[in-house]
């Protein structure tokens, strides 16, 4: 490709409304442009990288065993009412009815879809296994687009699902696209971990999320260094601080702590350690009769160390051994009911002299904790030297409802766990039967009687990809793609390409030398300044660039600089194409 022939359309400034690197570096060299709230176009260099990304996920899935198909954007509501989903997806599904007053969906995934091809097409054991992909246009209604492609409304999502005969075989599903997500972004270039995950709206029970290593992630990304452990911050297990309760050596005893409302400012005003501190969460669950209508809600205080925070995940997978729980959905309580049952407003509440009966439930630490300081449920006071046992009731529950901090011992026993930044980009899912049940997909098993698909599904974020790899992949002059997927891989910049006919040669030589050895290369023939020509390769982030002038040709010299490196390295003319491919093999 030559520059005069494609369309390069870089700005020295990026956008006002572009906040983070990857939206003003993709604004700025010109792969994006945005048309509305969420949403952008793709201009012909950032379409490059995404077919890239593209290819390479084909290539693994198709060795992987999948199988390619389109389904329609647009997809009746009829399917997603069958799964409940219609309703229940909130106002991310963006809903519409057609001129016969017929309603619709424009897709954000496509579970009920895939279901209904395969409840109609794959009717025996023998057509299965079977796992079904796209690449396709996706729309999420988000409240608040923003970050450019990283949060979009519409973006390019690769979706897949597998169809299994039993729970043994959807394993082995769910392994090999593990594998060959691994092998996909191990091919894209890209620091990334594969973490256990929370299945969230989606359903099922077996998760991992791939998330792309980056200091401006959205997630937080938890990870023994001298193991295998890795787990998303919603799904890691936070173990007990205390290998035991230590017996009680402090009287109970009730503190004026005037004005003090937080666990810091109370073991700050006691000389005491936070982590000597029990912090109060008061929760509500509602039930409903059949007209929506609340007729009982039950509140539930729960109960973690100072010094942690409560992880919401977790709370809400709780269960009582009675069935009771806040499996159903939680919220928090108000104020009135925190009044109602422990006589005051937060700030001083605790589980000791309650008005009216809570659940309690504990977190493995602070049940193992001796001589601790809680709210008094008075204004103005707390309570200090409470024990188990002793001051008050063993808790309902003891459970792991809080968020792990750097440094806390590994669930697997095999060191301590540490925490970075991480922007999901894939997903892996092990539905189980959630989905073939409620649309009752079905195949004729060797007994010949009718049995419910087992499900896998799994996504990777095409274009959130690109986001991903600039906020991982960056400096201060531009993007720094990796070789595999950047839009170009060897620019050549000739300087007086348009004035000198010794510079124009060679350089139109060893581009039909690239070309002819399947490098994806650009010759930059514009005729730009040589500073400007090289601000916008270095913006843009081509991995590979070579300088032709004429008082370097007349020395036999070209110039050779990788977008990571620091200076430029003379090359003779005569081995300029050796070293170019021995560089290119090692990328």
């Known amino acids: 490709m030559k520059a005069s022939q494609f369309f390069i359309s870089t700005l020295k400034e990026a956008p006002a409304d572009a906040e983070i690197a990857s939206h003003k570096l993709m604004m700025r060299a010109g792969l994006i442009r945005k048309l509305g709230a ?12 995404i ?3 593209e290819a390479i996920i084909r290539d693994e899935l198709n060795k992987a065993g999948c199988v390619e198909l389109v389904m329609p954007v647009v997809q009746p509501a009829e399917l997603w009412q069958e799964t409940g989903r219609f309703e229940k997806m909130g106002d991310e599904l963006l809903r ?14 496509a579970e009920e879809v895939i279901t209904d091809i395969a409840r109609q097409e794959l009717r025996s054991y023998r057509a ?27 973006f390019t999502m690769k979706d897949a699902y597998s169809f299994d005969r039993d729970v043994e ?39 991992h999320e791939f998330q792309v290593i980056a200091d401006t992630g959205e997630d937080a990304i938890v990870y023994c260094p001298t193991s295998d452990y890795a787990a998303n911050i919603e799904l890691a297990e936070a173990v007990s601080l205390l290998a035991e309760r230590a017996a009680a050596a402090e009287a109970c005893e009730k503190v004026a702590t005037p004005g003090k409302s937080t666990c810091a400012d109370v073991a700050a005003l006691l000389g005491l350690p936070l982590s000597r501190t029990v912090k109060s969460l008061v929760l509500a669950t509602d039930e409903t009769n059949e007209a929506g209508e609340i007729v009982k809600s039950t509140v539930w205080l729960l109960l973690v160390r100072g010094d942690h925070d409560l992880n919401e995940v977790k709370a809400g997978k709780l269960q009582l051994a009675d069935g009771s729980g806040l499996k159903a959905g ?9 009044v109602a049952h422990f006589g005051c407003k937060p700030g001083y509440l605790g589980p000791i002299g309650l008005k009216q009966p809570v659940k309690v439930i504990a977190d493995r630490t602070v049940a193992n904790m001796a001589d601790w300081v809680c709210g008094a449920n008075e204004e103005g006071f707390h309570i200090r030297g409470v024990n188990w046992g002793r001051d008050l009731p063993e808790p309902d529950l003891v459970a792991d409802i809080r968020n792990v901090v750097e440094g806390d011992p590994s669930p697997d026993g095999q060191g301590v766990l540490a925490i970075q930044r991480g922007i999901e980009v894939g997903h892996v899912f092990y539905l189980g039967t959630k989905y073939s049940k409620a649309m009752d997909a079905t195949f004729l098993d060797v007994d010949g009687k009718p049995k419910h698909f087992e499900m896998g599904c799994y996504g990777i974020g095409v274009t959130r990809i690109l986001g991903a790899a600039i906020e991982q992949r960056h400096d201060e002059r531009g993007i720094l793609w990796p070789d595999a997927i950047a839009p170009f891989t060897v620019v050549i910049c000739p300087v007086g390409y348009d004035r000198s006919d010794d510079v124009k040669q060679a350089a139109d030589r060893l581009y039909a030398d690239l070309v002819a050895d399947g490098v994806d290369v650009i010759l930059d023939d514009r005729g730009e300044r ?30 050779y600089q990788g977008r990571g490196d620091a200076a430029a390295t003379k090359v003779p003319v005569a081995e300029l194409l050796a070293t170019l491919r021995a560089r290119l093999a090692q990328a």
């Open 38 to 49: 969420g949403l952008y176009n793709y201009m012909p260099m950032g379409l490059r990288v």
């Open 51 to 53: 077919r890239k990304v």
């Open 96 to 109: 519409f009815k057609d001129r016969h007053d017929r309603d619709f969906v424009i897709q954000p995934t």
């Open 128 to 154: 299965l296994p079977k796992n079904f992909y796209q690449i396709q246009t996706k729309f999420r209604d988000e409240r608040r687009p923003r970050f450019g492609i990283m949060r979009g409304r519409e």
């Open 169 to 207: 075989a959807a394993g082995k599903s769910y392994d090999a696209m593990y594998a060959a997500y691994t092998r996909i972004f191990e091919r894209l270039g890209l620091q990334f971990r594969a973490v256990a995950a929370d299945t969230g709206a989606i359903g099922g029970d077996r998760s």
């Open 330 to 338: 939680f919220r928090f309580a108000t104020e009135k009911e925190i």
């Open 530 to 559: 040589p500073g400007a020509m090289f601000a916008d390769w270095e913006l843009i982030g081509v991995p590979h660039r070579v300088v032709l002038g004429d008082k370097g040709l007349k020395e036999g010299l070209a110039e």
